[in-house]
Structures are given as C-alpha cells and as structure tokens.
C-alpha cells in the first residue's frame, strides 16, 4: 500500500541539551531527564510509517512523548533531528526542510488535527459554523452559500444539529466540541489526520459514539491516521498497528492484535494485564 508518511530518527529535545542527552535518557536510562543537563529528551529517534488509510496508534503513559509526536509532525513543534517525508498525490515532500510559508500551506491543505482539549482546536469566539470556514477558507472556498453548503454537510457528518451552526462552541457539551473539532478538520478533505487524545475525559457512551464516528470516516474517506492514546481500548478499536512508547523511544511495535494478545516488552505487558 502507498506511504503517506516515512518518518526517520525524529528527536526531540527540550532545553539546551548537551553530548550526552541521548545516552542517558530513554527506556534503558529509565529516564527522559538528562541527567547532566537538565534537557527532557521528549523523543529519541522515532522511526515508522503510515501507509494510505491506515489508523496507526501511538500509546504510553504519560510524559512518554506521543503528543509532542503529533505536534511535531503539524508543525506545533519544531524537531531537534530527523527526516519525515509525506507522500500526497505521489508528490513528495520533505516536510522539515520546507520554509514557514509552504509548511502552513501543508497544515492548512493536507493535514488534520483534532486536540484533546478544544480550546486549542477550536476558537470559541466565533460560531461552530465559523470555525470550519476558516478551514475552508483556507482550503480556497470563498462562495458564502457554497462556504455554508458545506458547512452543513460537515455538521452532518459529524451528526451535530445544523440549527446549532451559528451558535459559538461554549455553549457545547464537550463531545459536541470534539465533534466540531473533527468537522472543521475534515473541512479541507485532508489525507492525513491526527488525533490527540480526543475521547480522554468524555463520558463513556459519549465517547463510544466519537470513536464509531472516527472509525466510519476512515472507512468512508480513507483518511490516513495518528491515534495518540494512553486507552487501550481505543487502541484496540480504532489502530491497525501500534506504536508503544516509554522516555521518548518506541518500545514495541506491530500490529494490535498481536500486540495485545502476545505482548514482548514488560511494560506493554504490564498495560495490557491492567486493562484486563
Ligand atoms: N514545552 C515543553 N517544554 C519542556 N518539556 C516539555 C514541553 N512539552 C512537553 N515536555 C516534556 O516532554 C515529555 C513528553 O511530553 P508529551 O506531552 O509529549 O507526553 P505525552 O506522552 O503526550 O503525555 P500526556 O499523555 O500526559 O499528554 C514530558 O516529559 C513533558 O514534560
């Protein structure tokens, strides 16, 4: 299957860093706290890749590094070292070594990000409907009805109450945020979307219902995807393969399945017989 993202030795480090950094932080370290400097080393030579319409999972516990994963490769971060080329349309771009301008011409064309808290994903001062034609602005929609259309089917999608689409985000529970959040992602129909923890403090049955919406976009649009997660369970419905992560190395990788059911590392062991 084509790849829609090759990603080489990507680090991470906060703080002034010096020559030892990388040696004696991560798993083995049992550390991502230089312990001459001070610099935490949020990831240490992260490799992997996505292939077209694939739902990969990264999970770890807290402090492990997957958000600043994710905000890396959308630009929210910039890397200390590494390589990520993304493949659309079978044009390849180097994504770190582009200029300011052509990488926020690749967030606001061909990259999705829904973030587990919405404040950062949504601006609550203007309306829902508002917030996603930004998005299609950005996408080079500029025809009120066609912007309003769209918006429409968006909210549809994502099952929010159209009437709502002129009313601002406060006045939403949270899952309906989420909600927003994934349809003003959507907007620009991208082919790689990532996901930061978007159920973790939802109620249970609301969460149900985003992860079988996230699920039913994959399959419909094929969507390309990185699900950051410290639940296994969703994990377990949502990824294909997964990524497990401690100190800012990947630990384990695989295909769920397997990984669930014949964990290798001690600590993924040790996830997997606490969620049982
Ligand atoms: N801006 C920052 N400055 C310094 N350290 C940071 C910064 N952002 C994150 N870190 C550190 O980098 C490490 C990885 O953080 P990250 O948020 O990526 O982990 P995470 O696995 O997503 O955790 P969580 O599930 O709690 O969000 C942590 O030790 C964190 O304290």
New binding site residues.
């Given amino acids: 299957m084509a790849k829609v993202l090759e990603v080489n030795k990507i680090t ?1 480090i ?2 002034k860093q010096c020559l030892d950094c990388l040696r004696m932080t991560g798993e083995a370290a049992n550390t ?2 230089c312990p001459r400097c001070g610099s ?1 080393v ?2 240490q030579d992260i490799s992997f890749q996505l292939h077209h319409g694939e739902i990969l999972g990264v999970m ?10 994710v ?1 890396m490769l959308y630009f929210d ?1 910039l890397p200390s070292a590494g390589e990520v080329i993304f493949t659309d349309k079978e044009t390849k771009y180097d994504i770190f070594s582009l200029n300011a301008a052509q990488q926020r011409w690749l967030r606001n064309h061909k990259f999705g990000m829904v973030y ?1 808290n919405p404040h950062l994903g949504l601006n609550f001062r203007i309306s829902a409907g508002g917030n996603i034609a930004e998005r299609l602005l950005m996408g080079d929609l500029f025809n009120y009805g066609q912007i309003r259309d769209c918006i429409r089917r968006l909210l549809e999608r994502t099952e929010v109450s159209t009437q709502r689409m002129d009313c601002l985000p406060t006045s939403f529970s949270g899952g309906m945020q989420q909600r927003v959040q994934i349809a003003r992602a959507l907007a620009i129909d991208p082919p790689l979307l990532f996901l ?2 978007v159920t973790t403090g939802l109620d249970l049955s609301v969460q149900a219902k985003i992860l079988d919406l996230i699920l039913e976009i994959q399959q419909q649009l094929g969507v390309a995807m990185i699900v ?1 997660t ?1 639940d296994l369970g969703v994990i377990r419905l949502l990824a294909s393969r997964t990524l497990v ?1 401690k100190y ?1 190395q990947v630990v384990e990788s695989g295909l769920t399945d397997q990984i669930l059911e014949d964990p290798q590392h001690s600590y993924t062991q040790q996830l997997v017989a606490s969620a049982l």
């Fill in positions: 991470k906060y703080g991502n706290i935490v949020a990831l770890g516990e807290s402090g492990s590094g997957k958000s600043t994963l905000q971060q587990q930061d923890e950051v410290h992560m800012g």
